[in-house]
């Protein structure tokens, strides 16, 4: 635990937000980056993040007196999209042994080589976002054919290769509470809590000041 008053002035960063990927597997109903037309309104582009982009970033820290303590691997789109997120991961421990490296990931591209890359690479956090507790709200929300069985098998799988390789990286599972029932908090409680390490209901927040974010 850091008390940031103690640090202030800050001489660097304390956390480092990559985003490794512009694009998204699902189309989550109240998420930007799913919403192509939006994008394209806008004129945001999307694309991934290059090795050798990643490797300057890294490279970069140096400059700073201190490093960061933790990098987030994440933002506005799905980090596992892109193909290079192992050996980023691996970059980041290389140049900095002591940043703690997280992720926060949809889990539908977790499959048992993803996990075992990503372990192998010294990811320390693995966050998860859960959309639904079940198929007709995930199929709802990402309006893809969403399959929650096949997320909770690809986060049960990352668990079996973390004990396997007796990896130290934990696991959180998250769900936003959109107007969840008390049922569903306790289905997602109970389906979670023997594979993630520590699962929370979240409160939501808006994305700006845009009245239909209220």
Not at 68 to 76: A, F, I, N, R
Not at 111 to 128: E, Y
Not at 153 to 180: E, M, Q, W
Request: proline share 6%; aromatic share 8%.
């Amino acid at each position: 635990m850091i008390t940031l008053a103690d640090h202030l002035p800050l001489s660097a960063p304390l956390t480092l937000m990559v985003d490794p990927s512009g694009h998204c597997n699902f189309r989550c109903t109240f998420c930007p980056t799913g919403d192509h037309d939006l994008l394209k309104d806008v004129g945001r582009r999307a694309g991934y993040m290059s090795l050798d982009l990643f490797a300057k970033l890294m490279g970069d820290l140096g400059s700073f007196p201190t490093q960061p303590k933790t990098c987030l691997m994440y933002l506005e789109g799905e980090p596992l999209m892109n193909k290079g997120i192992a050996r980023m991961v691996a970059m980041a421990k290389d140049f900095w042994p002591e940043m703690r490296v997280e992720i926060t990931t949809n889990a539908a591209l977790l499959t048992p080589k993803m996990s075992a890359d990503l372990i192998a690479a010294g990811l320390d956090h693995l966050r998860v976002s859960v959309e639904a507790v079940d198929d007709i709200g995930y199929r709802a929300i990402t309006k893809t054919n969403g399959d929650i069985g096949n997320i909770i098998d690809n986060v049960y799988s990352f668990r079996l290769t973390r004990f396997y390789h007796r990896s130290k990286c934990t696991i959180h599972a998250k769900i936003p509470d959109t107007g969840l029932s008390e049922d569903d908090k306790a289905l997602f409680r109970a389906t979670w809590a023997p594979i993630a390490d520590t699962v929370n209901v979240d409160s939501l927040f808006a994305w700006s000041e845009h009245p239909e974010t209220q």
